[in-house]
């Protein structure tokens, strides 16, 4: 399958490359990009483990959004996005729900493999906001939605490990400290996000505390054990309270962000 990889990959640069081209020689372009990617993807899916897939396919999204930054063509980008998507399909439908065996090492469970597929596409950002500098720095004609996309990899590259560290809480953790899981990350995105600079990392930082606040009032204390309750009471004070202290001892810099 590698070679047939590299035939694709050929074909798709020898049309790239040539000056005399139509709208039929671009589709086939794009084409055979999508075919080498494939094909390799495909070589992955059936050469792993099953449990390894996920961390597979998130190496491959690191290599993908290498090459949309150094060779700068946007269908690397797409290809990219579109792996994050199944990457995190896959971690979430396969490595979340199902079920453990019993004597399963540790280097194929759920934590190990859920957790470095996360690595891995939190590692890709300073790709994704490299790639954005330097989309910022070029006229795209495209699509307004497919402009916005291009112009905000980062944007897939957070939001999809984010998505999965939230159902992993809530698979992982039983019923009554699924809050303060939520709440230790929603305080950790709030805390990244002030690091990076990126309106969108906070928002979704301070809404996943929202939201462990209305599941408090509205699950949490009726249901959640005394001492599950008291544990999750501290914890998401504790988060407020700090939250509440960088937006007063950061302010003019929060304030940028909006």
Not at 53 to 71: E, K, M, N, T, Y
Not at 129 to 157: C, D, G, K, Y
Not at 172 to 201: D, K, N, P
Request: with cysteine; proline share 3%.
């Amino acid at each position: 399958m590698l070679p047939l990889a590299a035939v694709y990959a050929w074909v798709y640069q020898r049309l790239f490359a040539s000056e005399q081209s139509d709208r039929v020689d671009r589709i086939a372009e794009t084409a055979s990009a999508w075919f080498a990617l494939g094909t390799v993807a495909t070589l992955l899916y059936f050469s792993l483990r099953p449990a390894w897939v996920s961390i597979g396919a998130a190496v491959l999204s690191i290599a993908l959004l290498l090459l949309a930054r150094v060779l700068q063509r946007s269908v690397f980008s797409d290809q990219a996005f579109a792996i994050i998507a199944m990457t995190a399909g896959r971690a979430i439908a396969f490595n979340v729900f199902s079920m453990e065996p019993l004597a399963a090492k540790f280097w194929e469970g759920r934590l190990f493999t859920v957790g470095i597929t996360c690595v891995l596409l939190l590692a890709a950002l300073p790709i994704a906001f490299s790639i954005r500098r330097q989309q910022s720095e070029a006229s795209i004609e495209e699509p307004a939605w497919r402009n916005f996309i291009l112009r905000r990899p980062e944007q897939m590259v957070f939001f999809a490990p984010l998505a999965i560290l939230i159902v992993l809480i809530a698979v992982q953790l039983r019923a009554g400290m699924i809050t303060v899981g939520w709440s230790a990350l929603g305080l950790l995105t709030f805390l990244f996000a002030l690091a990076v600079g990126e309106r969108s990392f906070r928002l979704s930082g301070l809404g996943l505390l929202l939201v462990c606040v209305g599941k408090i009032i509205a699950v949490d204390i009726w249901h959640a054990s005394p001492t599950d309750r008291y544990v999750t009471l501290i914890v998401m004070g504790a988060a407020l309270l700090l939250v509440s202290f960088l937006y007063s001892r950061y302010r003019e810099t929060i304030l940028e962000l909006l």
